[in-house]
């Protein structure tokens, strides 16, 4: 079994939200302006979303952990 390329999208971009105002929050506590933490969560928005789609289309490849429906198992 193995995920649709949309699904790896959608979870890529409901991670990075997660994970994006995360970095904002950080950001701001650090720099202490909001401008720049703004700037941060934008730019790392865009590019840690096309790394984990990328990263998550190569694990779609690999088997490890993944258990093959036997021939009792049914899909409904």
Known sequence: MSDKPYRSMLKSVS???TGTLDT????FLITGTLKAAATIGFVELFTKVALFY???RVWDRIGLGRVKPGPDDYQI
């Open 15 to 17: 991670w990075r939200l």
């Open 54 to 56: 990328a990263h998550e």
């Open 24 to 27: 904002v929050v950080i950001s």
